[in-house]
């Protein structure tokens, strides 16, 4: 069953991938990308970076009429890679053709936190329609952000969400929940810091270990250093964090999930994520709080 059949009360995302690259990627901070990346897990058939933006919209639109989504309309979700990293009249370019069209109202924009700088949030500030920019921050450890070799520090996370925020930049960030060395008191410990960056909202997801990459090799060597709850577990966690987190900050996400064929561990095959939502609205409930945004 298809958990968005029947939903009119949300912005369906169109995933594009307008061919930028990653500073972890192309050399300027290394090659291999960090150790748990790869895009192509994340990557709906429609999305290509061959096709222009404004094709990708409308395949988009069809992908999902044609599974019965219904929406209240829809969002160019600039996903792939990292989308603030170019000439800012080619971001301003893309972005732009995208709020172009007439059937999209806003953009998500996910980025790095060390990819955006002054004037291209001034930008950003000054574009029309919704607009989210969305950091992958992932960890508020520096130790476990050199070891998934992400080549920014939490600071440069903590100065591009102030720096967003100060423009009026609706700023959300994504974490990963289970990245190597990460104890289940360090993720209860990052709450606090998080509570303090001038976000509206956070995607939180447990760790995917994807195969071909260095993490899915790293896991191989030393599983134990890995946190990969059973779903109780996680469903626990989820429910420790929401009740340290600033209840005002909107969870965009609590789990994430790519086509099996793409995992290297599959603790939780088959379990789709509107059953995590259930199961974590019910977990919550027991303890007396109730969210309106557990949205997936
Ligand atoms: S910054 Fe993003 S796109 Fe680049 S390697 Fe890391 S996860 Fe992949």
Redesign the pocket.
């Known amino acids: 069953m298809d958990s968005n059949k029947g939903k009119t009360d949300r912005m369906q995302r169109l995933v594009i991938d307008a061919g930028f690259t990653?500073p972890?990627?192309d050399g300027t901070l290394g090659f291999g990308?960090?150790t748990f990346?790869d895009?192509a897990a994340f990557h709906p058939s429609y999305s290509h970076p061959g096709k222009s933006i404004r094709e990708q919209i409308d395949e988009g639109i069809a992908f999902h009429l044609a599974r019965g989504r219904k929406s209240d309309g829809y969002l160019a979700y600039f996903q792939s890679?990292?989308n603030t990293y170019g000439p800012i009249d080619n971001l301003r370019r893309k972005y732009g053709e995208a709020l172009s069209h007439p059937a999209v109202s806003g953009l998500v924009i996910g980025t790095?936190p060390d990819c955006v700088d002054e004037e291209k949030l001034d930008m950003i500030a000054s574009l029309p329609g919704s607009v989210v920019l969305e950091f992958?921050i992932e960890s508020c450890y520096d130790k476990t952000l050199e070891r998934v070799h992400?080549g920014h520090t939490f600071a440069d996370a903590r100065h591009a969400v102030r720096l967003s925020a100060e423009r009026g930049i609706d700023a959300r960030a994504h974490f990963i929940l289970g990245l190597p060395g990460e104890t289940r008191n360090m993720l209860l410990a990052e709450c606090e810091l998080i509570n303090a960056l001038p976000l509206s909202g956070i995607k939180l997801h447990q760790l995917q270990i994807l195969k071909g990459t260095a993490m899915a090799l790293e896991y191989e060597k030393n599983p134990e250093e890995f946190l990969l709850p059973d779903l109780d577990t996680y469903i626990e966690l989820l429910a420790d964090l929401l009740e340290r987190l600033r209840p005002d900050l909107k969870i965009d996400r609590f789990a994430a999930s790519v086509p099996p064929r793409f995992l290297a561990v599959s603790p939780w095959r088959g379990t789709r994520p509107d059953q995590i939502r259930k199961r974590l609205a019910a977990c919550l409930a027991s303890r007396g709080i109730t969210r309106e945004d557990l949205t997936d």
Do not use: I, V
Request: aromatic share 8%; glycine share 16%.
């Open positions: 990653c972890n990627r990308g960090c990346c895009n890679f990292s790095r992958g992400r």
